[in-house]
C-alpha cells in the first residue's frame, strides 16, 4: 500500500475517534447538566411548603409518620410519666427527613412546636385527641399481683372507681411497662403497645347506676366479679360487664341489684318502705 493511502487512512481514523469522543463528552455534560437541574428541582420543591399542608400542629396519622415505629420519635430512658418530647437534640430525630426544612428558619415546618422560632419559644403541649387506647381486661386479670384494685381507685367519695386517663395513668401502667419491658419475648414498652391512632371515647365515671343512690364503699364487701364480669376478645367498651341499676323492675335472667337484693341476702321484694336506701331526691331516675 503506498504511503500516501496509508497516512489518509490513519487521519480518517483519528478524525473518528476525535468526533465520538467529543459527542460522548458533550452528552454526558448534558445527562450532568440535566441531573443537576432535576436535583436543584428537587431541593427547590422539599424547602417550598406543600400545597394543602397544616404547619400549625404535628400529625401523628399523616402518610409517612403513621408508617414509622414510636419508638423512633419516643425514647423511653425512664418511668417519668410524661414522654420525652422530640426534637429536643438539635432536632434529632425530625432532621433523618427534614433537614432540608431544618436548614431553613423561614420555613413552617418550625411552627409546629415553636411560637417563635428566633427566640425558640415552644408551644404548650395539646390536648390529644388522636390516640386510642388497647386494654385487654382479660389478659391483664391472668397475671399474677394483678386486680381490680389495681388500677381502679374510690372516687366522688367512695361512690365510684376511678378509670385511669392521661398522663397520670401512667404511673400505674409503668410498674410493668418500664423502658425494654419484654414479655414473652415481645417489647411492651413501646407507645403502640397501648395506644392506636384513632378517636378514643373513655369510659365516664358517672355510670347510670349512681342515680339511684348505689355506692361502691357501701359494698366493699361484696367482691367485683360478684357484679361484674369480664368478656374476653370484646371491644374495650364491652370487656366489662356491669349489672342492671334495678331491683323492682329488673329483667330476671339479667345480673341486677336484685341478685343481691333478693329479700333474702338483703333488703328486696316488695318491701318499699327504705325507698331511700337506693333512691335521692323526689323523683325516680332510673
Request: one cysteine or more; proline letters at 6%.
Amino acid at each position: 500500500m503506498p504511503i500516501q493511502r496509508m497516512r489518509k487512512l490513519q487521519l480518517a481514523l483519528i478524525s473518528t475517534v476525535i468526533v465520538a469522543t467529543l459527542g460522548y463528552v458533550l452528552q454526558s455534560g448534558a445527562t450532568t447538566a440535566s441531573t443537576t437541574t432535576e436535583a436543584e428541582q428537587q431541593q427547590q420543591q422539599q424547602s417550598q411548603p406543600a400545597e394543602g399542608l397544616d404547619y400549625s400542629k404535628f400529625l401523628h396519622n399523616s402518610r409517612n409518620h403513621a408508617r414509622l415505629p414510636c419508638l423512633l420519635c419516643h425514647r423511653r430512658e425512664s418511668n417519668s410519666a410524661r414522654p420525652q418530647l422530640p426534637g429536643q437534640s438539635q432536632h434529632a430525630p425530625c432532621t433523618g427527613c427534614h433537614a432540608q426544612q431544618f436548614s431553613n428558619t423561614d420555613s413552617p415546618i418550625c411552627t409546629i412546636c415553636h411560637t417563635d422560632v428566633k427566640s425558640g419559644a415552644l408551644k404548650s403541649f395539646p390536648r390529644l385527641k388522636s390516640f386510642s387506647m388497647k386494654f385487654d381486661h382479660a389478659r391483664h386479670m391472668k397475671m399474677q399481683g394483678v386486680n381490680c384494685a389495681t388500677c381502679h381507685r374510690p372516687s366522688r367519695g367512695g361512690v365510684a372507681l376511678s378509670i385511669p386517663a392521661g398522663f397520670n395513668a401512667h404511673v400505674t401502667c409503668y410498674r410493668c411497662h418500664s423502658p425494654r419491658a419484654q414479655s414473652q419475648g415481645r417489647d411492651i414498652s413501646s407507645c403502640s403497645t397501648c395506644h392506636q391512632l384513632g378517636g378514643y371515647r373513655r369510659t365516664p365515671e358517672f355510670a347510670q347506676a349512681f342515680r339511684v343512690g348505689f355506692s361502691h364503699s357501701r359494698h366493699e364487701k361484696v367482691t367485683c366479679t360478684e357484679c361484674h364480669q369480664i368478656r374476653a376478645g370484646m371491644p374495650q367498651g364491652r370487656q366489662v360487664t356491669e349489672p342492671q341499676p334495678l331491683n323492682h323492675h329488673a329483667t330476671p335472667r339479667s345480673q341486677s341489684c336484685m341478685s343481691c337484693h333478693d329479700g333474702k341476702r338483703a333488703f328486696g321484694g316488695d318491701d318499699f318502705s327504705v325507698c331511700k336506701r337506693c333512691h335521692t331526691g323526689t323523683t325516680w331516675r332510673f
